[in-house]
């Protein structure tokens, strides 16, 4: 008998906390919060993760929450801290939200980075991808990531929430000392026909 109440009482804590961490794993509780709702989503909205031609969208949980269950408790018991920082009022107005964002926003890449883009690989898988449908810069780069060994988020910043400002004015100027060309980021600019850079 003691068993088998043993049994049941862990089936049923089990359960709740199951149900506790997929509660917590939407959309909707995400942008509950004041600060997540008023500031993050609303820049979200603008991007092609919320809405493109293809009507596929991306969700909160869908890029910063794993789906291995093991990753997901890790990433729950991370999301504590926001939890203090919310009750803090750290990021509470649309002017502390913009102090930090670089910092918020570094500290997502540096995630992204570790777990080789982990997030984003759940719906981007290169081995999948026709390069031949590329734009030529874009098949490029590929390319040379691929080689390079760098992972999705090393390029791909900004897709799915705008760049902090002071990380464009740091890149640009980065870009301008590395002669990066300016019809990789510029899609508007007609690429030189003969050299690869602008001069």
């Not at 088998?4 to 942008?31: K, R, Y």
């Not at 919310?86 to 997502?108: I, M, N, P, Q």
């Not at 980065?174 to 990789?184: D, G, I, K, L, T």
Request: charged share 25%; aromatic share 10%; net charge negative.
């Amino acid at each position: 008998m003691i068993l088998f109440a043993s049994f049941i009482i862990g089936v049923l804590v089990w359960g709740a906390f199951n149900t506790a961490i997929e509660m917590t794993n939407t959309e909707s509780f995400c942008v509950s919060c004041h600060e997540m709702g008023q500031y993050v989503f609303e820049d979200f909205r603008t991007t092609v993760h919320y809405q493109n031609q293809s009507g596929i969208r991306a969700s909160c949980p869908d890029c910063h929450v794993p789906k291995v269950w093991g990753y997901k408790v890790l990433r729950k018991i991370g999301a504590t801290n926001e939890l203090f920082h919310h009750f803090l009022g750290s990021v509470s107005t649309a002017e502390k939200f913009e102090d930090k964002r670089l910092t918020l926003a570094r500290l997502v890449w540096k995630t992204m980075q570790a777990n080789n883009s982990r997030e984003c690989r759940n719906c981007h898988n290169e081995d999948f991808m026709d390069l031949t449908l590329q734009r030529d810069v874009a098949r490029e780069q590929h390319l040379e990531a691929k080689d390079q060994g760098k992972t999705c988020i090393d390029c791909h910043k900004g897709i799915a929430h705008p760049l902090p400002e002071a990380f464009l004015d740091q890149e640009h100027q980065r870009f301008e000392r590395e002669a990066v060309p300016c019809w990789n980021c510029h899609e508007d600019m007609q690429r030189p026909p003969e050299n690869d850079r602008w001069e």
